[in-house]
């Protein structure tokens, strides 16, 4: 395949931004990754073009933008950051999950990298501390793959007594996430069942064997992937009447029951000023990697009636949002 027509299999740039850098050669261009879809991801990108703007870069007049996008496809991660490297971006940023940062981290050691991550970005290698990062990398964790214990328990909470728990995966992230589940699981002698999925063709098999196990509640584990689907994991639930719980509000405003996680827009703000910054001069080395402060916890009452559930008013009481 030549290289235009990959670039356009992969989601390409914008055409304004492609005009505008044949106005002005001189403009920073900046490599955006992501292991999600564009489609997914617009209040997503209206967060990092605020972020940047704070900064004041605005895409198509200071600033242009190369978009690569995996839409759930981990394997092509690597390609798209080899490809963003050899147009020398002036900052590549990797997001949608961590594995878009080791992507880019593999590419290169030169070109400054902005990352968004869900779990320990030292043990992932990407940086060497969270003060004082060094090498080309900095950004931010939204501790997304670590709060599935957390989850658990809120789950529990909403539903006590079920005697089994679907608990939906990604293999690929499933050396992280399973231990802590299968942890927090005996704690509180609640059986599990796990489907693992990665693909189209795993998600739907995965929903068969929830369906023939008759879990009584499901947690989604953390994962672009499942981002990427998310009407269907959400879908499902429904069609199922399954109590879910998931990682992102995004997930409540598209009528699952409850969330449990940081704002995701929040953090993809912070991309775009951190982006900013390096355009400025300033070094990924000197920049902290960003932790949160605030977890969200989001309530959907209308589809909690429409499964005949009754949330707890002490649950409703600790929600940050409830949907009517």
């Known amino acids: 395949m030549r290289r235009r027509e990959f ?16 106005q002005h050669p001189t403009i920073p261009v900046i490599g955006f990754m992501s292991a999600r879809s564009p489609e997914d991801s617009t209040h997503l990108l209206e967060a990092f073009r605020r972020g940047l703007a704070e900064g004041g870069y605005v895409e198509g007049q200071n600033l242009s933008i190369e978009f690569r996008w995996a839409r759930g496809q981990y394997d092509l991660l690597p390609v798209m950051a080899a490809d963003l490297v050899s147009l020398r971006v002036s900052v590549l940023v990797a997001v949608g ?8 981290k593999r590419a290169t050691s030169t070109i400054p990298i902005v990352f968004g991550v869900g779990g ?20 931010d964790t939204l501790y997304t793959n670590i709060m599935e214990p957390k989850r658990l328990g809120l789950l529990r909470e909403l539903v006590p007594g079920v005697p089994l728990v679907g608990v939906l995966l990604n293999p690929r992230l499933a050396p992280y996430q399973w231990p802590q589940i299968e942890e927090a699981a005996r704690n509180i002698d609640q059986r599990v069942f796990v489907a693992k999925a990665s693909t189209d063709e795993e998600l739907a098999a995965a929903f068969a064997a929830l369906s023939v196990e008759r879990v009584g509640a499901l947690l989604i584990a953390a994962d672009p992937y499942f981002d990427t689907r998310r009407d269907r994991i ?22 699952g029951l409850i ?15 951190y982006t900013a910054r ?13 932790q949160p402060t605030k977890f969200e916890l ?3 009452l209308k589809t909690a009636k429409a499964l005949g559930l009754d949330v707890p008013l002490s649950l409703q009481q600790r929600a940050d949002e409830v949907f009517e």
């Open 7 to 22: 670039i356009s299999l992969l989601g390409g740039a914008a055409a304004l931004p492609l005009a505008a850098r044949a």
């Open 298 to 300: 989001v309530i959907n």
């Open 97 to 104: 999950g961590d594995p878009s940062p080791r992507a880019a």
């Open 259 to 273: 969330s449990y996680g940081v704002s995701v827009t929040e953090g993809y703000r912070q991309r775009g000023i």
């Open 120 to 139: 320990d970005p030292i043990s992932e290698g990407l940086v060497e501390s969270f003060n004082r990062p060094g090498g080309n990398a900095t950004g």
């Open 278 to 290: 390096i355009l400025k001069g300033e070094k990924p080395a000197d920049l902290p990697v960003l």
């Open 234 to 255: 959400v879908g499902f639930a429904e069609r199922q009447r399954l109590p879910a719980i998931y990682h992102f509000r995004e997930y409540a405003v598209a009528g």
